[in-house]
């Protein structure tokens, strides 16, 4: 009985000392799982505007780091891009008919409208994030900031929406809903036409990785637009010395009257 008696003894002790051991262990740490982020440039950071320029097209790739899409037909992520050109002074102003003449009546001043704004995203941009949400990124056509309140405001919306279409027209405006394309699980890239009036400046391409709704990562790039040659010239003139630029317009067009008379006058 003593000997039956003491390997239980011995077994209890073993077994407690057991789960002390195990309990003193320090747990292993859980390894964190990396947050995803996006990573993108232009095929592009600079171009020259000379007399022959009629547009040019640039490509935004990129591709997102740590991704959690396990196959390319999962459709795990949303892409927004939004390229921006520096803000520009406008004027909006209505025609209206007055004693047969048409004239334009006084409008609303627009001090911050983006000179180029394009948005580009993996599908209909509404369907990616939450109105608010892209209010406060200022994405899409309909968020961009004018610098001027027209909230409750028909006939501010009605200067505003006309502002809108007018830059549609000449494709300084543009939106499109399947711009960008995932190649593969992580590869994404998209492109964009500059039209042949583009404004100069220092355009920013900002590119938004979006999952359930929510923005993960964001990454920004710069593309400088710059008129060169006798183009810069001319455009420097006339936007920074304007006295000179008219002066230097008006002397042109005597001499071309000039040597228009020199040579088909009759003697």
């Given at each position: 009985m003593k000997a039956?008696?003491?390997?239980?003894?011995l077994l209890?002790?073993?077994?407690?000392a057991t789960c002390?051991?195990?309990?003193?262990?320090?747990?292993?740490?859980?390894?964190?799982?990396?947050?995803?982020?996006?990573?993108?440039?232009?095929?592009?950071?600079?171009?020259?505007?000379?007399?022959?320029?009629?547009?040019?097209?640039?490509?935004?790739?990129?591709?997102?780091?740590?991704?959690?899409?396990?196959?390319p037909d999962q459709g795990v992520y949303d892409v927004i891009i939004v390229i921006r050109a520096p803000s520009q002074h406008l004027v909006a102003r209505h025609k209206e008919r007055v004693a047969g003449i048409w004239v334009n009546t006084p409008g609303r001043i627009f001090?911050?409208?983006?000179g180029f704004y394009a948005a580009l995203s993996t599908r209909p941009i509404r369907a990616?994030?939450?109105d608010e949400a892209l209010k406060m990124l200022g994405i899409g056509l309909a968020n961009v900031d004018f610098g001027r309140d027209t909230k409750?405001?028909?006939?501010?919306?009605?200067?505003?929406?006309a502002v809108i279409r007018l830059k549609e027209k000449q494709k300084l405006f543009q939106e499109h809903d399947d711009g960008v394309a995932f190649i593969g699980r992580s590869l994404f890239r998209a492109s964009v036409s500059l039209p042949v009036n583009v404004p100069i400046g220092r355009y920013t391409a900002d590119v938004y990785l979006f999952r359930d709704g929510q923005l993960v990562s964001k990454n920004q790039s710069t593309l400088e637009v710059n008129k060169v040659?006798?183009?810069?010239?001319?455009?420097?003139?006339?936007f920074h010395h304007p006295f000179f630029y008219g002066v230097l317009a008006v002397l042109m067009a005597v001499l071309a009257g000039l040597a228009g008379w020199a040579v088909f006058r009759r003697d």
């Amino acid at each position: 009985m003593k000997a039956a008696l003491s390997l239980a003894g011995l077994l209890l002790a073993f077994v407690a000392a057991t789960c002390w051991a195990e309990a003193a262990a320090p747990a292993t740490p859980a390894i964190p799982v990396p947050r995803e982020e996006v990573q993108s440039d232009l095929s592009t950071r600079e171009i020259s505007i000379q007399s022959n320029f009629t547009g040019i097209e640039i490509l935004i790739y990129g591709s997102v780091d740590f991704s959690q899409t396990k196959a390319p037909d999962q459709g795990v992520y949303d892409v927004i891009i939004v390229i921006r050109a520096p803000s520009q002074h406008l004027v909006a102003r209505h025609k209206e008919r007055v004693a047969g003449i048409w004239v334009n009546t006084p409008g609303r001043i627009f001090p911050n409208v983006p000179g180029f704004y394009a948005a580009l995203s993996t599908r209909p941009i509404r369907a990616i994030t939450s109105d608010e949400a892209l209010k406060m990124l200022g994405i899409g056509l309909a968020n961009v900031d004018f610098g001027r309140d027209t909230k409750d405001d028909p006939e501010e919306e009605t200067y505003r929406s006309a502002v809108i279409r007018l830059k549609e027209k000449q494709k300084l405006f543009q939106e499109h809903d399947d711009g960008v394309a995932f190649i593969g699980r992580s590869l994404f890239r998209a492109s964009v036409s500059l039209p042949v009036n583009v404004p100069i400046g220092r355009y920013t391409a900002d590119v938004y990785l979006f999952r359930d709704g929510q923005l993960v990562s964001k990454n920004q790039s710069t593309l400088e637009v710059n008129k060169v040659g006798f183009e810069q010239m001319v455009y420097m003139l006339a936007f920074h010395h304007p006295f000179f630029y008219g002066v230097l317009a008006v002397l042109m067009a005597v001499l071309a009257g000039l040597a228009g008379w020199a040579v088909f006058r009759r003697d």
